[in-house]
């Protein structure tokens, strides 16, 4: 049997856990961001505007095939129930 190594662990750094990180918007001046924010809520905007059209045209596109089905007679024939003695 072969034997085990102990397990050895790593001692954290002190100098790393002793300074906080800077983050992007301690860097930058509040215009900066300010500006990158109204910029994401305009980014936002549009694509949501972009997805109620997409939504729309596709709701469209249902509407006029369904029309188009409801005036084709083999389709109504093919789709309709086959019991026709309830229709007497």
Do not use: C, H, I
């Not at 694509?47 to 409801?70: I, T, V």
Request: proline fraction near 3%; aromatic fraction near 4%.
């Amino acid at each position: 049997m072969a034997k085990k190594k102990p397990a050895t662990s790593r001692k954290p750094e002190a100098a790393a856990d002793a300074a906080p990180a800077a983050t992007l918007k301690d860097l930058l001046s509040a215009e900066v961001v300010g500006k990158l924010k109204a910029q994401a809520e305009q980014m936002k905007a549009e694509e949501a505007e972009r997805r109620e059209k997409a939504r729309k045209q596709e709701e469209e596109a249902r509407a006029a095939e369904k029309k188009r089905l409801e005036n084709d007679f083999e389709y109504l024939l093919n789709n309709s129930g086959m019991d026709w003695k309830k229709y007497k």
